[in-house]
């Protein structure tokens, strides 16, 4: 099994710009979440799916939508970058029940 | 509000010694306390503990729960260099019940 794979790995982008960032995961796991991690802040929760067809906002979603394509995948639409959505971001999935697993992470830079 | 606090926030030890990472926390509802080790990548599993397993042990890792004083602990032993690390704590609970994470201890260990 793969786990929970994020792509791309790094990513720079300029004000304004769009970008989607893919999660997927092999576990048949049914919730699946995005999180920011910020220097100093900690995880923060962005948006999340309790199962499929269903997605709900988290803390942070300003400037974020999400689309549970299917049971595997779960991406982030950023539509128009803004400097303060420079972080890592990462993908997770959990059984109910039990603990969550995260990916390897997706580090963006918006200049 | 929810919150989750961890103390301290760094650390810095020298091989072999021992050391306590705390974790206190404000959260409804609370149905589950989880750790996680972080090295510059995703965080990975440690333990979690509920109202049923209140200590978790796992070679020299250890922890515990104390749902009455709202708190919990890990303890290492016989620190070594690859413990150094951002040792996170998370509780699930809250409206949504989703995991609130605190913002981490930075965890050095010198040779």
């Known amino acids: 099994n793969a786990g929970v794979t994020q792509t791309p790995k790094f990513q720079v982008l300029k004000t304004g710009q769009s970008m989607t960032l893919q999660c997927a995961q092999d576990m048949n796991h049914n919730s699946m979440y995005w999180y920011r991690q910020d220097p100093g802040m900690g995880l923060r929760l962005i948006y999340y799916s309790a199962s499929e067809g269903t997605t709900d906002k988290g803390e942070v979603p300003n400037g974020y939508n999400v689309s549970r394509l299917n049971k595997r995948e779960f991406s982030l639409r950023l539509e128009s970058a803004a400097p303060s959505q420079t972080s890592v971001y990462f993908c997770?999935?959990?059984?109910?029940?039990?603990?969550?697993?995260f990916g390897p992470g997706t580090r963006l830079t918006v200049t | 509000e929810d919150k989750v606090v961890q103390s301290p926030l760094s650390l810095v030890v020298h091989e072999g010694d021992t050391v306590t990472l705390n974790c206190s926390y404000e959260?409804?509802?609370?149905?589950?306390l989880l750790w996680y080790k972080q090295e510059k990548k995703a965080p990975t599993f440690l333990f979690m503990l509920?109202?049923?397993?209140i200590e978790k042990k796992s070679g020299r890792l250890s922890s515990i729960l104390d749902k009455k004083e709202l708190f919990s602990i890990l303890n290492i032993t016989a620190t070594q260099t690859g413990d150094s690390a951002v040792y996170l704590c998370?509780?699930?609970?809250?409206?949504?019940?989703?995991?609130?994470f605190g913002k981490g201890t930075k965890l050095s260990v010198k040779p």
């Open positions: 959260v409804t509802n609370f149905r589950s």
């Open positions: 998370a509780v699930r609970g809250g409206s949504q019940g989703n995991l609130i």
């Open positions: 997770a999935s959990r059984v109910e029940g039990y603990e969550q697993y």
């Open positions: 509920t109202s049923s397993g």
